[in-house]
């Protein structure tokens, strides 16, 4: 069974600060990972989404992820955040094996950006 | 082009009350799914269906039921409301195509069981 560790649950940071939220799955097989992001009072939307290729991928509103197969690691990143980016974090993967077209998420993380 | 609906927003339940949270969506998605959030667990799985007339279990199914008519509209059903049902249930839909599967979410429906 495929399974997904977001190791931080809360993150505060200071405007302008350099993000990197951490997300760990567990799944032996070839995996297509994605980045949701659920700003307050409202529903998920996609950040970013890996498939194959380039191991790093860029997403929306200036937001990446790197795949490192090795580390079976697909980290958020964001150079300098603003307040607008306060919001919930999830991380997401698919294991393309299983014949099951659904998403195993991890348990999320809370980022709040102080200006 | 309205993407994924869901209805009611809120809903308070007493137990061993039945309801029914409705989920359209309109991009000719073949795949439905049926989630809850709790507060620090992410989401969980309950249902999910690859097109009419075909659903199946997710991590927690327990509880709940599901059918699928049409390609558009997927319900779920509590038939015995119980507080551990409290959760904030989303609904989502993809395409069936080769890759990457990305799903489409609803805006939520809020329900408590008291």
């Known amino acids: 069974a495929q399974s997904v560790s977001q190791h931080n649950h809360h993150v505060i940071l200071s405007e302008a600060a350099s993000l990197e939220l951490g997300c760990n799955y567990s799944?032996?097989?070839?995996?297509?990972l994605f980045w949701y992001v659920q700003y307050p009072g409202q529903h998920l939307q996609l950040l970013l989404k890996y498939f194959s290729g380039d191991p790093l991928v860029k997403g929306i509103k200036g937001f990446e992820a790197e795949f490192i197969k090795s580390k079976f690691s697909f980290n958020l990143r964001k150079p300098s955040v603003q307040w607008s980016d306060t919001a919930e974090y999830f991380c997401a993967v698919l294991g393309m094996d299983t014949g099951r077209r659904a998403l195993t998420f991890g348990s999320g993380t809370r980022l709040q950006v102080q200006p | 082009n309205a993407g994924v609906t869901q209805t009611p927003k809120f809903r308070i339940l007493k137990i061993g009350q039945s309801m029914t949270l409705q989920c359209t969506q309109d991009m000719n998605h073949n795949y439905m799914y049926w989630y809850r959030q709790d507060p620090g667990m992410g989401l969980k799985l309950i249902y999910y269906?690859?097109?009419?007339?075909?659903?199946d279990k997710g991590e927690v199914p327990n509880g709940y039921n599901v059918s699928r008519s049409t390609t558009e509209d997927f319900p779920l059903r509590l038939e015995l409301a119980a507080p551990s049902q409290t959760s904030v249930y989303f609904c989502a839909s993809s395409y069936s195509g080769p890759s990457p599967y990305e799903q489409y979410f609803g805006p939520g429906t809020r329900l408590t069981v008291t």
């Open positions: 799944y032996g097989g070839t995996v297509n």
């Open positions: 269906s690859v097109g009419a007339g075909i659903t």
